[in-house]
């Protein structure tokens, strides 16, 4: 069976500091990964995605990008923190869609807070 | 631009009472349709997913519907217990198989 993994679970880092956070996929080849943020009070927002290894697409111009160095590896990093980028980070995988979106499976989540 | 709404924010129920959840958007060209589960400070889990050309789907005591044409897609719980007690979250996918989702609805079930 298929499990993701995330870590950390929680993250507490002062402003201006690196961040790197880390998601991988078991049980499954080539899959479609997806990083989210959750922020207080607001919907899942879709960050990045990517389809295959070094194939990342972004949906926000932001503070964060995205890395995907093996095919069920991937990577959400920043170079300096912003408070505003508090929030609860999410890694999801799928199958590749065949048009209209396959089922979206999620792992537990990063609780990140800057200070 | 695909935007889902979910109404309410929050539901209260006692203990056997069928849920019913709403979920909107207004693109009716919507591909699937997915409904999660979140519990406080965990991730999602999938609860189901409904084809674009499904009308319906049920998997055990969850029974999700979906009606295009006016927007609208409903989760029923039946005979809710307060294990069921979570947020639950709508979300449809666009042509590049990507996800919006709804902002949840809290629901509270009381023993």
């Known amino acids: 069976s298929q499990t993701i993994h995330q870590w950390p679970a929680t993250l507490v880092q002062p402003v201006g500091s690196p961040l790197s956070l880390e998601c991988t996929v078991e049980?499954?080849?080539?899959?479609?990964l997806y990083w989210y943020r959750q922020a207080a009070g607001r919907g899942l927002q879709l960050l990045f995605y990517?389809?295959?290894?070094?194939?990342i697409s972004s949906e926000v111009p932001q503070n964060l990008s995205a890395s995907r160095p093996q095919d069920r590896q991937f990577i959400l990093s920043s170079k300096k923190l912003l408070l505003s980028d508090s929030g609860f980070y999410l890694c999801?995988?799928?199958?590749?869609?065949?048009?209209?979106?396959?089922?979206?499976?999620f792992g537990p989540g990063t609780r990140l807070t800057v200070l | 631009k695909q935007e889902v709404t979910q109404i309410p924010a929050a539901l209260s129920v006692p203990e056997g009472e069928n849920l019913v959840l709403n979920c909107s958007f207004t693109d009716s060209a919507i591909y699937n349709l997915q409904w999660f589960r979140q519990d406080p400070g965990k991730g999602l889990t999938s609860l189901l997913l409904i084809q674009s050309s499904q009308r319906e789907q049920t998997s055990g005591r969850l029974n999700a519907s979906l009606d295009k044409s006016s927007g609208r897609s409903t989760l029923y719980i039946a005979a809710s217990q307060p294990g069921d007690s979570a947020t639950y979250l709508c979300a449809a996918f666009d042509s590049w198989g990507k996800l919006q989702f709804g902002a949840g609805t809290q629901v509270v079930v009381t023993p």
């Open positions: 999801a995988w799928s199958v590749l869609p065949s048009g209209g979106g396959d089922t979206q499976y």
């Open positions: 990517s389809v295959g290894i070094g194939q």
């Open positions: 049980g499954t080849s080539n899959p479609n």
